[in-house]
Structures are given as structure tokens and as C-alpha cells.
């Protein structure tokens, strides 16, 4: 079966502004040589800390930014300048911020139907109807439609947000941390919202977020970043059961658990290195407690288990977990 | 460091030439031209004449190489020939430099002072009385049209009052050193109210700001003297991006210099740019404008280098 | 998912369809607590009523104040003539109202041009960025740091048969008025372009504009549909307060005989004799420059209310 998304060797660097005087022209690459794709129905789970490249990622996905190398594609065809309008339309956003996210100065009736504007879909009347339906969908009253963002909360917001996502009948939504800015029990409630209309419209999701525990809910596969660059990839329960790489271990050490009382304290040490400079190497073995002589040489390939052949690590001792 | 000096000199005179190809494009634009203003004053000068005499200045010429002439010969130090003075441009504008600098430097200092002061006592109780009747004044001061300010000033003191002169640089037979003083006073005076109600503007918001910080907040606390924390805290912290903002409005400054020279008759820069378009003196009016953007393009290269200097959080890198 | 937002809207239905007025209206209250605001608002009122009836008194005195009458020049204030004539034996009240009609025209008219090019450039420099922001800014850093007026004077003085105008055109009243307007808006819309791409910087990175971008908006539509409106506050105060500053460059530009030209009445050029008249009329030295000064405060004041009004930080005062 071909694929709905696919992302081939990603690359994203940001050129850094040159010095005055001599120095080579560093770039930093925020994401690096990515591979990944996402069945049509399916939700993929991009996992990592602030600054593993997540957000950048989902950007290239969504159209907002070219990659330096490598290319996406929707349904086999590249997506670039020429067929923006299909990226447009088949793949939609949806932000962290729900304050952020809807323009202060338009009625929800308009931000809702604003991607149909954009790409021209149906008169005025239908572009109305539309919202009308969709705000109904992600469980708002109707009367929201004449109302202005600053009237909602933090949860409505986040509805009206997915409702302007769904509006052109994407076939996939970048979900940017959508739940992280909401209150614990909101977040219950819209990650509901996520999965009751991803069975209603078969959508497929690119769901993005640094908490293991979100994605436990609503992920079928799951892909953890670390430096830019995908270091585990597999099902949902293989990641949850039998991490193949340490630091898939240890964000699921650091997580918190309903049952247990209280969090485990064995977060991970240290803290990320930056992307300007990365280790030589594994990018992971600074902090890694497994880490050998090896680790600080050779950069382990991304390759599949030899138990599990859709279960991917870069590791040099990935068998061994 | 030595880097960034370098570029803004750079981009200065950058700036500056280009500024010296449009002034001189747009002084070619004005009506008449030297040789038919030549030539109305001497009658019966045929036009074949007047032909060829244009073709001897290389007035029939394009501009680019008219253009490319002039620059040569000004970067030469020849200006040209003053049409109205009779003499060359050099020697008019000299005086008429340091009469402006004169005016200019003596309003900013006082400006800079007075808006220091009141800036300063009306930041220390914001929305206080003192705060509102300096801000009337400073808003008097940005809204005043400086010609009808100086004009009024003529009118109580010189005209109504007698107590100083209306105009000229000197008195006839006089000159010395108190009787242009006095010929000085009204319009440094004019100037310096003109520009004060901008200034204190600075001030005051910047005071206001710095006085908010928590540092200053905590030394308050502490029981450091009022006056003290004022002075030492405040004042230092605001007075580098103010005083930058002051000398970046140089450019403004010249405007109303031009303003009060030409209603005092004081010969100036800004009167002899005036009096040169009013009589179609365009040698004269164009090395006066260039000296005019000179003379602020400077006092910005100053103002951003002192900036540089003086605020360490500002990398020259 | 009873949020109490919802239970409200619900309580009150008619809430939510006057959002976007409630908004208005919140800021109006404010503006009110603003005295200078609301003291200028009347003044500016009371201004525009003044200029405006002066054709109806005018017809009411039965006079004409554009016909000249050697004969009673600088008469006293009468019955006829309430605040007296002027040089050419008009109706000084008349002057000044029609005066007021043109300084106040080219205020409006030069500020919406001159905002409009700052608007375009500042959106464009914000939005786009890079090579092209870094070359506007660089344009607008020159053109602040001219000394204008100079230039301004340069400009006005150009001969517009040079520029291909027609000779007819050139010496019409027309174009005098309309020379003045371009060339005020010219040089007078650098604050309002830095303004405009600090606001656009802040607003192109908010996710709803990123939204629109994700579905394939375009550049022209993304401005005027999402920054555009969010930056309509502060753009609004800077149109307010370009207005004085081109009141005020308006009246120097006529005072000095390159602005409004006679007998169309300014304010600016009723001054032009003002070495005359401080002699021999001094009430005629000071009532056009007093309404500038009335009329340009006001305005500054006006600016500052609505600052404070639209600005959520801002506490009572």
C-alpha cells in the first residue's frame, strides 16, 4: 500500500549570520536527514525535548518551510511551489498556542471558513454552512459562530482551531502539541475530540508532542527525535514495551504514570548540546549511561531490529535491550 | 570595534554621495538656468550668444557627466562661484558655517540641560503636578511653529520691552564680544524652547523606565538616599540612549536653525540656503545643502558611535 | 464542556455579536478619563467648525476676502471687520477661517499619503524581511537623518515645466496646493514605516497568520487580512500625530514663501509680511500662529489620549 505521507531524507538548516572576520560559515541543522511515513488513517507520533527539531519538522510537512534537502510527498507527488494549492488543502495545522492561533479581530464564523477562502472552495453562503457544521462538530454551541476568540477559553479555542483544520477536508493534520497549553483536564477532552473525528473522517495525524504520555493515547506509531534526527521508530506498544534506544527508556523513565502516586525521579542528566555543535559520534552518548568507546566514535546506522523488523533504533546496542 | 567604525564612515559617505547626485539633480530642476539669468541682465545678448556660452559651461551636456564634472572639481576643493556674493562659494559658506554652529551648539547645550532638569523632576512623580505642567510645556514646545514662537519672542522683547535686538549679527560700529552676545540671545533662546519640549519627552520616558527597574526599586528599598539613587542609578542608565536620540536630532535642530536665522537675519547656513534658492544662486545652494546633510550625517556617525562606545550590551562585532 | 465563558455568552446572547464594538467602546471609556484627549477633541471640533463657516459668514457680512482694498488696510477691528484687515485691506477673520480650511486640508491630505507609502513600505520591510527590509530601513534611516526642511524648500522651489507638467499646470493654484501635499507626504512617513514593520515583525510570527500561510494564503492576502487589522491601533496614533508635524511643515513652508501661494490664504503664508507687520500690526503677527499652535497641540494631545486609551497596560490618570 502507498503511503499517504512521506518524508525522505528531511534536512533543515538555518544558515547562521556570517562573522566579520574569518571563521567558517557554521549552519545549524535543526533537523537532519529524516525518513518517516504515515498510512492513510494512521497517527504518527513525533516525540522529543524542546529543540530536537519537532516543530520544524511538522513546519516542512505542513509547507510552511522548504527543507534544505530532501523532499515530502503526498500521495507519491512532491510537494512543492506548483502544487501548493493541493498542500494547502489536503494538509492542515493545528498550533500549540489556542491564543495565539485565532486572529483576535475575525468572528469564528470567518476563521473557520478561512481555508476555504483561501483556496477559493464554495460561495460566501456555503463557506457559512460549512462552519456552521463544523463548529457543531468539534462540540461548540451554535451561536459561537457570531462570537470573537477573546470569548472563549483556552479548550473552545482549541476547537475552533481544529474546526478551521478540518474545514477543506484535509487528509492529514500536523498537530502541533495541541494540548500542552491546556489545562489537565481539558486535555482529556480534546484529545477525545482527536480521536472521535479521526475515526468519523479517516484522517491521518501528525502528531507532535514532548509528552510520551499524550501519545500513548491516540498513537499508532511513534517516532522519537533527538538533535534533528529520528533515533527510534516503531508501534505504539513496541516503543512503550520494549524501547530498543536509552533515551526512549529514559523519556519513559521520566514519565509521569496515573497509579504510581508520584513521578519516578530518574529524569535524564544533562541537557541537550547544541545543535551548532554536535558530538562526534552518537549524538546521544554526552548522556547516555550505556555509552562506550564506540558510541564516541562511530555514528550507529538507523536500521531495523533484527527480532522486530518494523522496529528501528540508532544504536550500537539496540539489540541488547 | 575598529571594524564597525570603519563601516559607518563607509556607508556616510555613502549616503552622502548619493545625496550629493539628488541634491544636484534637483537644483538643475529649478526654474531658470545660470546663463539665462546671466544674460536678462545684460540686454542685447542675442540667443546665438546664449548658445554657445551654455555650451562653454557644459550646460547642454547630460547630467550624469555635468554631475561627474562638478564632483571632480568639489572633491578638488572647487565649489564654484557664488553668483550673488561674487565671491567663491568656499568663502561665503565658511562664516556662515561657524555663525550656524554658533546658534546650533549653544540651543542644543541649553536643550540638553533644560531637558535633563525638567525631565528628570517630572519622572519622579509621574502624573504629579510638576509632571503635568511639564508636559504642557513639552507639548507647547513639539507643537510651537518656530517661526511664530520667534516672531512672539520679537514682539515682547524686542519690540515691546526694548531690551534686545531684533535682528542683525552686530551692532554697526560695535561688534564686540557682549554685543553679539545680545544679538545671540532671542534666537538661541527661540531654538533652545523649540527643541527643550522634545528632549524632556525623551527624558522623562526614559527616567520613568529606569526608575521602574528592579535595581533602582531595590535601592530604594534599601533607604538610599532619594537624590542618590536618582543620579547615580537613573540617570546613568537613561542618559546613553537619550543623549543619542538628542544628537540623531540634529537634522531637525538644522531645520529650525534655518527657521530662526532667517526671521533674526543672523547669516548663517540656514539663511544663506534660503536666501541662495530665493535668487536662483545654485552653486551656492547646493554646496550649502550638501554641507547642511553633511553636518547631520556627521552628528548621527557621532551619536551611533558614541552609543557603541558607551553602552557595553551593544557588540561591535 | 460548560466553560463559564460559554455559560455567560449564553446568559447573554447579544454579548458576542458586539464583541468587536465592545472593544470600542472599552476604549472610549478610557479616552475619556484622558483630559488632554477629551479638551483637544472639542478644541479640534471647535477648530474645524470655525474654518468651516466661513463662507456662510462671509455671505452673512455680505464682504468678499478675496478682493483687495488699498484703501482700508490694516483697519481696526469694527463691525464689519471683527478682527480688522490685513496688508491688502481683506478681512482678517475671513483670512484666517479659509486660512484654516486649506492648512488643515493639507494635514489630512499629506498625512494619508505620506502614511499610506509608510504603511506599504513598513508592511512590506516586516513581512518579507531580508535583503529588502534591510534596504528600506536603510532608505528610512537616510531620509530621517536629512535635514528636511532645506529639502523641502528645495522640492517646492522646483520648476514643474522641467518635470514635463505643462506651463498652464505649473502656474495653477492647483498645483501649488498639490505640490505641497506630494512633497510634505514625501519625506514625512519614515516614522509611521517603522512603526508599521515593528508591529508587522510582532504579528507575521502569530500562529493565526502561520495558519493562513499552512493553507496557501498569499503574501497580499495575509496582509491585509491578518497584520493589517491587528496593527490598526498604534498606526491609527501615528496618523494623528503625522498630522501636526505636517500642519507645522505646511505653515513653515508658506511662512517662507515656498507653500500655499497668495492670495490663496494659509496660515502659514498670512504670516509672510510678518517683519511688517510686527511693527505695524502686531494682533495680525499673532492670530494665524496662534491657531497653528491651538491646532497642532490639540492634535498631539489628542494622540497621547488615545495612546493611553488603546494601550491596556496604561493605568488611570
Redesign the interface.
Known amino acids: 500500500m502507498q503511503a499517504l505521507l512521506s518524508i525522505e531524507n528531511v534536512s533543515v538548516s538555518f544558515p547562521q549570520p556570517k562573522r566579520l572576520f574569518g571563521g567558517p560559515r557554521v549552519s545549524l541543522r535543526a533537523v537532519d536527514d529524516v525518513c518517516a511515513e504515515i498510512a492513510e488513517g494512521e497517527t504518527l507520533a513525533l516525540v522529543g525535548e524542546s529543540g530536537s527539531g519537532k516543530t520544524t519538522l511538522g513546519h516542512v510537512v505542513a509547507g510552511l518551510r522548504k527543507p534544505s534537502a530532501g523532499r515530502v510527498r503526498l500521495r507519491g507527488a512532491e510537494l512543492n511551489r506548483n502544487n501548493r494549492a493541493l498542500a494547502g488543502r489536503a494538509i492542515q495545522i493545528v498550533f500549540q498556542d489556542p491564543f495565539s492561533a485565532l486572529d483576535p479581530r475575525m468572528p469564528v464564523s470567518d476563521i473557520v471558513a478561512e481555508p476555504l477562502r483561501i483556496q477559493g472552495i464554495g460561495g460566501k453562503k456555503e463557506r457559512r454552512e460549512r462552519a456552521a457544521v463544523l463548529v457543531e462538530e468539534v462540540g461548540l454551541p451554535a451561536d459561537a459562530l457570531n462570537r470573537y476568540p477573546h470569548e472563549f477559553s483556552g479548550g473552545q479555542r482549541q476547537r475552533i482551531a481544529i474546526a478551521r483544520a478540518l474545514a477543506p477536508a484535509p487528509e492529514l493534520i500536523v498537530a502541533d502539541e495541541p494540548l500542552s497549553a491546556l489545562d489537565v483536564s481539558i486535555q482529556s477532552q480534546i484529545l477525545n475530540l482527536f480521536r472521535d473525528i479521526q475515526k468519523r473522517e479517516k484522517l491521518s495525524y501528525l502528531f507532535i508532542s514532548h509528552d510520551l504520555g499524550v501519545v500513548e493515547h491516540l498513537a499508532d506509531r511513534v517516532a522519537v527525535l533527538y538533535l534533528g534526527r529520528v533515533i527510534e521508530l516503531a508501534r505504539r506498544e513496541d516503543i512503550f514495551t520494549h524501547p530498543a534506544h536509552p533515551y526512549t527508556r529514559a523519556l519513559l523513565d521520566s514519565m509521569p504514570r496515573i497509579g504510581t502516586g508520584r513521578r519516578r525521579k530518574r529524569s535524564i542528566g544533562g541537557e541537550m548540546p547544541s545543535p551548532l555543535d554536535p558530538p562526534p559520534g552518537c549524538v546521544f552518548h554526552p548522556r547516555c549511561p550505556l555509552a562506550q568507546d564506540i558510541c564516541r566514535k562511530v555514528v550507529p546506522r538507523f536500521e531495523p531490529l533484527a527480532a522486530r523488523p518494523s522496529h528501528s533504533a540508532a544504536c550500537h546496542f539496540k539489540e541488547q535491550a | 570595534m575598529f571594524g564597525f567604525v570603519l563601516r559607518r564612515i563607509g556607508q556616510t559617505l555613502v549616503v552622502l554621495l548619493i545625496m550629493s547626485f539628488i541634491i544636484y539633480g534637483l537644483i538643475g530642476l529649478m526654474p531658470g538656468d545660470p546663463i539665462d539669468i546671466m544674460a536678462a541682465s545684460m540686454p542685447g545678448v542675442t540667443p546665438e550668444v546664449v548658445a554657445k556660452l551654455k555650451a562653454i559651461y557644459g550646460l547642454d551636456q547630460p547630467l550624469m557627466l555635468r554631475y561627474w564634472r562638478w564632483l571632480m572639481a568639489a572633491l578638488q576643493g572647487d565649489l564654484g562661484f557664488s553668483r550673488t556674493h561674487s565671491q567663491p562659494v568656499l568663502e561665503v559658506l565658511t562664516p556662515a558655517l561657524w555663525q550656524t554652529c554658533k546658534l546650533m551648539i549653544s540651543s542644543f547645550v541649553l536643550s540638553v540641560v533644560a531637558a535633563l532638569i525638567l525631565g528628570i523632576v517630572s519622572a519622579l512623580r509621574p502624573g504629579g503636578l510638576v509632571d503635568s505642567v511639564v508636559s504642557l510645556f513639552a507639548f507647547a514646545g513639539i507643537s510651537v511653529p518656530v517661526f511664530w514662537l520667534a516672531l512672539v519672542l520679537i514682539l515682547t522683547f524686542a519690540v515691546a520691552l526694548h531690551w534686545l535686538p531684533a535682528s542683525g549679527m552686530s551692532n554697526v560700529g560695535d561688534g564686540g564680544f557682549m554685543d553679539q552676545v545680545r544679538h545671540l540671545t532671542l534666537p538661541v533662546l527661540t531654538l533652545m524652547l523649540a527643541n527643550t519640549g522634545q528632549f524632556t519627552r525623551y527624558v522623562r520616558a526614559a527616567m520613568i523606565e529606569t526608575l521602574r527597574m528592579d535595581f533602582v526599586r531595590t535601592a530604594w528599598a534599601k533607604g538610599a538616599d532619594a537624590w542618590r539613587v536618582v543620579i547615580v542609578h537613573g540617570l546613568r542608565n537613561a542618559l546613553i540612549p537619550v543623549v543619542t536620540i538628542m544628537a540623531l536630532s540634529f537634522g531637525t535642530l538644522f531645520s529650525g536653525a534655518l527657521v530662526t536665522e532667517t526671521m533674526f537675519a543672523q547669516q548663517g547656513m540656514g539663511k544663506m540656503i534660503y536666501d541662495s534658492i530665493l535668487s536662483n544662486d545654485f552653486n551656492l545652494a547646493l554646496s550649502g545643502l550638501l554641507f547642511a546633510t553633511l553636518i547631520t550625517l556627521l552628528s548621527n556617525l557621532a551619536a551611533d558611535l558614541a552609543y557603541g562606545w558607551l553602552d557595553p550590551r551593544i557588540s561591535l562585532g | ?1 460548560t ?4 455559560e455567560a ?2 446568559a447573554h ?1 447579544s ?3 458586539h ?2 464594538q465592545s472593544v470600542w467602546s472599552l476604549r472610549w471609556r478610557r479616552f475619556r478619563h484622558h483630559r ?1 484627549g477629551m479638551a483637544s477633541l472639542v478644541i479640534l471640533a471647535l477648530l474645524v467648525l470655525f474654518c468651516l463657516s466661513a463662507y456662510p459668514l462671509e455671505r452673512y457680512l455680505g464682504l468678499d476676502s478675496n478682493t483687495t482694498d488699498l484703501l482700508s488696510r490694516y483697519d481696526p477691528p469694527s463691525a464689519t471687520h471683527w478682527l480688522g484687515t490685513d496688508e491688502g485691506g481683506r478681512d482678517e477673520l475671513l483670512r484666517l477661517m479659509y486660512g484654516g480650511q486649506i492648512s488643515l486640508l493639507v494635514g489630512l491630505l499629506a498625512t494619508v499619503i505620506g502614511g499610506g507609502i509608510g504603511v506599504s513600505l513598513g508592511l512590506l520591510a516586516g513581512y518579507f524581511g531580508g535583503k529588502l527590509d534591510s534596504f528600506l530601513m536603510r532608505l528610512t534611516d ?1 531620509v ?8 523641502l ?3 517646492a ?3 514643474l515645466t ?2 514635463g507638467f505643462s506651463s498652464e499646470f505649473a502656474h495653477s493654484g492647483a498645483a501649488g496646493f498639490w505640490r505641497i501635499v506630494v512633497i510634505i507626504a514625501l519625506v514625512d512617513w519614515t516614522a509611521i514605516a517603522r512603526l508599521v514593520r515593528a508591529a508587522t515583525l510582532a504579528v507575521k510570527e ?3 497568520v ?8 498569499g503574501a497580499f ?1 495575509t496582509m491585509t487580512t ?1 497584520v493589517l ?2 496593527i490598526v491601533t498604534p498606526i491609527i496614533v501615528a496618523f494623528t500625530l503625522t498630522v ?1 508635524r505636517v500642519i ?1 511643515f505646511e ?2 513652508l508658506s ?3 515656498f507653500g500655499i501661494v497668495p492670495p490663496t490664504p494659509s496660515w ?1 503664508n498670512m ?1 509672510n509680511n ?1 517683519q511688517e507687520l ?2 505695524t500690526a ?1 494682533a495680525l ?2 492670530y ?3 491657531l ?2 491651538i491646532t ?2 490639540a ?3 489628542l494622540g ?1 489620549g488615545m495612546q493611553h486609551a488603546f494601550d491596556p497596560r496604561s493605568e488611570r ?1
Open positions: 464542556m466553560d463559564v465563558a460559554t455568552a449564553l446572547p454579548r458576542g455579536i464583541a468587536a488632554g537616510g530621517i537623518a536629512l535635514p528636511l526642511l532645506p529639502l524648500i528645495v522640492l522651489a522646483l520648476d522641467k518635470l502569530r500562529d493565526y502561520v495558519a493562513a500561510r499552512a493553507s496557501g494564503a492576502y491578518h487589522p491587528n501636526g507645522l505653515s513653515v511662512f517662507l514663501g502659514g504670516l510678518a510686527v511693527t502686531p503677527a499673532i494665524p500662529g496662534l497653528i499652535f497642532v497641540i492634535v498631539n494631545f497621547d490618570r
